[in-house]
């Protein structure tokens, strides 16, 4: 699957690219949109990038026409109104999402797919991204490469400025790329570009979403959802829950929450959980957890390691607080959203 985007990126003060921002990036373009754009840019090849100039990203815009490329030309009309800083550099970049990625704005091109809703996580192929990321202060004057940050500190020390870093990261905020329609982002810090997050989601201060991950629609989220695992609509994370990510211990089992279910607060899931699933608050359920299956009566049938359980729906798992052991029972009652507390409008 093709993706083209036009981007401003900034470089460092050895002219390496840092980050890259996409106002409106495309999936699959269709050819003639391609061919417009090797008119202005010329050979395009995929996997690549294409420095322009505001002139050439000007002569873009005006080559641009049909629905397919309309915010496209607005972001081309945009960039080719301004003069270009030194510090930063237009670019175009065509990209085969199934191909691992080949450099820091192809990396940023995918992340800006799945934040734009464009692309669901595990779809695009992210091997190998964090080779191609460099580590960055991200600060109130944007990104600065960590070799320059003394000096920039210094600059605006000098100014009568302050030059804050928020963090450093490979991964800035999505927030500062992307704002994806009908969502709530409490702490804009806890949401990393690369994020998927559903029309109808709502992330509260102690929630955090990872890149390549999110919910599918109306959740609520005061836990941790981690790297690969999606949440789906209804769902509700409770505050200080965790998820497992694919990522953890070097796993590849994909880690996903169903429909309608609730991981309640500072438990945790290192399974799948199916729909209409409940785990109890304070417990946290691994593969390897040894789980008595209970019948409707409270009997024993069987006891069995967790991941024999994965991914089947309407189970509660709580454990026994006489004797301390993790049971699972048949869900009978169904997680709903307060409607009116939820609503983004």
């Not at 320059?148 to 804050?164: H, M």
């Not at 998927?196 to 836990?223: C, D, K, P, Q, R």
């Not at 008595?292 to 729906?313: F, I, M, P, S, Y």
Request: proline share 3%.
């Amino acid at each position: 699957m093709l993706a083209l985007g036009l981007g401003i990126g900034t470089l460092n003060s050895r002219s390496d690219l840092l980050e890259v921002f996409y106002p409106a990036p495309l999936l699959n373009p269709s050819e003639a949109l391609l061919n417009a754009v090797r008119t202005v840019t010329g050979a395009l090849d995929t996997g690549s990038t294409q420095t322009l100039d505001s002139t050439a990203v000007h002569a873009l815009a005006e080559a641009l026409t049909g629905n397919e490329a309309h915010a496209l030309k607005d972001a081309a009309q945009q960039l080719s109104q301004h003069s270009t800083p030194k510090n930063k550099r237009l670019l175009v970049a065509l990209i085969d999402t199934q191909a691992k990625p080949a450099s820091t704005e192809d990396v940023y091109l995918r992340l800006h797919l799945l934040s734009h809703r464009l692309s669901k996580p595990h779809t695009v192929v992210l091997d190998g991204m964090f080779g191609k990321l460099p580590n960055v202060a991200w600060t109130n004057e944007g990104a600065v490469d960590l070799d320059d940050l003394t000096d920039r500190q210094l600059a605006a020390r000098v100014q009568g400025k302050w030059l804050r870093v928020f963090s450093v990261d490979k991964f800035p905020p999505m927030t500062d790329y992307v704002v994806p329609k009908g969502v709530r982002v409490a702490d804009t810090a806890r949401v990393r570009l690369g994020a998927y997050l559903g029309e109808g989601t709502t992330i509260m201060h102690e929630g955090f979403v990872n890149f390549n991950a999110g919910t599918e629609g109306t959740s609520m989220v005061e836990g941790r959802i981690s790297a690969g695992v999606m949440v789906g609509e209804g769902s509700d994370l409770g505050g200080g829950c965790s998820t497992m990510g694919t990522l953890s211990g070097g796993g590849n089992i994909i880690i996903s929450v169903g429909k309608n279910s609730l991981i309640g607060a500072n438990a945790g899931i290192g399974i799948p959980l199916g729909d209409a699933c409940k785990v109890e608050a304070g417990l946290y359920i691994t593969a390897g957890t040894k789980v008595a299956v209970l019948d409707d009566r409270g009997a024993v049938v069987k006891t069995v390691k967790a991941r024999e359980l994965a991914g089947q729906n309407d189970l509660l798992f709580r454990r026994n607080s006489e004797n301390g052991r993790v049971e699972v029972v048949t869900n009978k009652t169904a997680i709903q959203l307060n409607e009116a507390l939820h609503a983004h409008n």
